[in-house]
């Protein structure tokens, strides 16, 4: 989430554009991640959640929401 919100400090965010640019199943993880977080923040704040959701993607939703 660093990355997408551009908290990364300059050197490690250079490092991680670098891996980025040669690494395609992690171009294809992020843009999934952001599709995640695109659709989790379009969602009602009190629909329920799946019982199988894993508690750590919960909590990254939660704190996306924070963010905005």
Known sequence: MSYLDDELPPGQ?????RHMAM???????LKTYEKT???????AAN???P?????????????ARKRT
């Open 13 to 17: 965010r250079t490092e991680f554009d």
């Open 23 to 29: 690494c395609p199943s992690c171009v294809d993880y």
């Open 37 to 43: 977080v695109v659709l989790a923040k379009a969602c």
């Open 47 to 49: 629909d329920p959640v």
């Open 51 to 63: 019982d199988d959701v894993p508690e750590s993607l919960v909590q990254a939703i939660l704190e």
